[in-house]
């Protein structure tokens, strides 16, 4: 026989109520936004300097920081280098054992610490000054060690921390993180970074989707939008089994001397099934000379189109001739908008 399973019962008393921890979470949201909104007084004539400096830099910026702050660090080093500041990040502790080889003549280094007084980045000063690099502090202490060595400072001070034990990490972070934001949009429009030059840097973003992606490469990364074709006398029976077949909703009809002559949509074979369409062909039930675009044509555009035409088909052509047919299904899944 097994022996009995024990349960294991525990009695939790003296929990905060609900309205004590819904407190906790506004009391955290009114603190950070009050932190952020400090900061604005700081963007001033240090701040200025700071950002003429590093465009003047022919190297990169080198964030540094450990902990919570290497965290912050490291999302401000992407949003950098995606608007037009080359950033990397070193890790503070990695630095003093190889990983300082990162920093190269030429860079500048910000370091992130709340206090301004951490081990891993205090014991990277005198490196760091030893081979004429300029540093930046990111600290919310003017009178820690990292605030006092620096050639500048971001200042990031906060009165307290969300953490009611005034602890983890809450508000400090929030400011650390609002303050990386503010040097790097007021780089990039310094630099005039352009939403094109941001498409470039995110190609599979909905941007660079938007700017880049043509109706070509619709029509090449879908294999089946290849258009289906059916000629001008050809039954109804004839263009159900090409629709059917071609898997965009409409088939082209054309004849070998005119080329193409129009479009039959599966709502065309919908609304003629309301009439008497017996004996009809596809003459009959197409939309003659249907509007075309070019496979050159950015798909954002031919999207567009759709929707101002309140139609579901494109027709694409290459250098005049025929190259396809796109469903706006297609331009959906393509992730334009």
């Not at 599966?266 to 099934?273: E, V, W, Y």
Request: net charge negative; hydrophobic share 50%.
């Amino acid at each position: 026989m097994h022996e009995p399973l024990l349960v294991l019962q525990t009695t939790i008393v003296n929990l905060p109520t609900e309205e004590i921890w819904m407190e906790a979470a506004r009391r955290t949201l009114t603190l950070e936004a009050a932190a952020v909104a400090a900061l604005e007084s700081r963007i001033d004539a240090d701040f200025q300097i700071i950002v003429t400096r590093i465009l003047a830099s022919k190297g990169r910026l080198v964030f540094a920081g450990i902990g919570k702050s290497a965290d912050v660090a490291r999302k401000t080093v992407a949003t950098l280098n995606s608007t037009g500041t080359p950033a990397s990040f070193l890790h503070a502790a990695d630095a003093l054992h190889g990983d300082l080889g990162l920093v190269q003549q030429g860079d500048i280094v910000i370091a992130v610490s709340k206090s301004g007084n951490t081990a891993e980045v205090t014991a990277l000063l005198p490196l760091i000054r030893a081979r004429n690099i300029p540093l930046i502090a990111m600290t919310g202490n003017l009178e820690s060690g990292l605030a006092l060595a620096a050639d500048g400072v971001l200042n990031i001070a906060v009165d307290e921390e969300a953490c009611p034990h005034n602890l983890a990490p809450t508000t400090s972070s929030a400011a650390q993180l609002a303050m990386g934001d503010a040097l790097a949009m007021a780089l990039m429009v310094a630099r005039g970074f352009t939403p094109e030059q941001f498409a470039g840097f995110h190609p599979g973003g909905t941007l660079g989707r938007r700017l880049f992606l043509t109706l070509g490469d619709i029509l090449d990364q879908n294999g089946d939008s290849k258009a289906p074709s059916v000629s001008p006398d050809a039954d109804l029976q004839a263009v159900i089994l090409a629709i059917t077949a071609g898997r965009v909703g409409a088939v082209i009809v054309a004849d070998q001397q005119a080329g193409m002559l129009g479009i039959i949509t599966d709502g065309d074979l919908r609304r003629a099934f309301e009439q008497d369409w017996r004996g009809a062909t596809a003459r009959d039930l197409m939309t003659a000379a249907p509007q075309t675009m070019d496979t050159n044509t950015l798909a954002a555009d031919g999207f567009a189109h759709l929707q101002t035409q309140k139609i579901s088909q494109l027709v694409v052509t290459r250098d005049g001739s025929l190259a396809g047919i796109i469903h706006l299904h297609a331009l959906i899944s393509a992730g334009i908008f």
